[in-house]
């Protein structure tokens, strides 16, 4: 369709769509990967198709039709100086990672064991797990909800979506730096390996030949590649008006607050 064309349309030299049938797609990388490791990446996140809405990904069970904000930026994105606005501008509570926005002592101690077991969701639980507690928070930003995000914006299709985006090659250099004693996973791991993001967390740790596009030298083509080809993804399965993207290292911070009331106003 038109609409899912323009979704599709910034992002033609990084990812490409290889139609199936007449109702699903699924994501094919221009530039090549292994065989094996674009199966992995893919074969679980084929695509119903709206028509006019462009596309999104399959329900995979329960879904709620509350309109919580969704921050789909990878870490290290400016996700910590999001989920801070997006609280200052709903009053609400919003979550970072393990952390918190606007939470009293009580609701952070009520988070940290969601938090957890969400991390320790794999490809499979993911896909029949009951997240209608995110709901109970305006908004959420890091780990695990990009991990997680195709599940997560399927049980939430009304969401609200956050993409922080910068350089790729400036991110994977940040992102490993920052995680330079610890293997940090890259995106779609989960997806590669079958673990949990908490397990890979540990596999990394300890230097183990698990072929997952690691923060690490010798895989900073892929982790590249698989941080443009995840950031393709969130464009392509939010539909347009449901969807802001923000670069917080090129916008002006009174330019980004005024884009994101306007985007957040109907649910205030």
């Known amino acids: ?5 323009s979704n599709l349309s910034n992002i033609s030299s990084e990812i490409s769509t290889n139609n199936s049938s007449s109702s699903t797609i699924k994501f094919t990388p221009v530039i090549p990967l292994s065989p094996t490791l674009t199966k992995k990446l893919f074969s679980n996140l084929t695509l119903d198709h709206l028509d006019g809405s462009g596309f999104r990904i ?31 501008i709903t009053g609400k509570p919003v979550t970072h990672y393990h952390n918190y926005n606007n ?4 609701e952070l101690h009520r988070w940290i064991p969601k938090w957890l077991a969400l991390g320790h969701l794999n490809r499979t639980t993911a896909q029949s797990f009951n997240y209608s507690f995110l709901g109970d928070w305006a908004g959420h930003f890091d780990v695990p909800i990009p991990n ?3 599940y997560i914006f399927s ?7 956050i993409l922080t985006v910068r350089n790729s090659t400036e991110w994977v ?3 490993g730096d920052r995680w330079r004693f610890r293997r940090a996973p890259a995106p779609f791991a989960m997806e590669m390996t079958g673990t949990s993001y908490m397990d890979a967390v540990n596999v990394s740790s300890k230097r183990s030949k698990v072929s997952m596009g690691t923060m690490y030298n010798e895989n900073k083509h892929t982790t590249e590649i698989l941080y443009l080809a995840y950031n393709a993804m969130v464009k ?3 539909p347009e008006k449901q969807l802001l993207i923000v670069d ?8 980004i607050e005024k884009r994101v009331r306007n985007f957040l106003a109907d649910i205030l």
């Not at 939470?103 to 009580?106: G, L, P, R, S, Y």
């Not at 049980?155 to 979506?161: L, Q, R, T």
Request: aromatic share 10%; proline share 6%; charged share 25%.
């Open 1 to 5: 369709t038109a609409s899912s064309k």
């Open 58 to 88: 399959k329900k995979f069970g329960e879904t709620s039709d509350k309109p919580i904000v969704l921050g789909a930026g990878r870490g290290t994105t400016g996700t910590k100086y999001m989920a801070e606005l997006v609280g200052n």
């Open 103 to 106: 939470m009293n002592k009580t």
């Open 148 to 150: 997680l995000f195709p």
């Open 155 to 161: 049980y939430f299709p009304n969401s609200k979506v």
């Open 173 to 175: 250099k940040k992102r």
């Open 236 to 238: 392509a399965i939010v």
């Open 248 to 255: 917080v290292f090129k916008e002006p911070n009174a330019q």
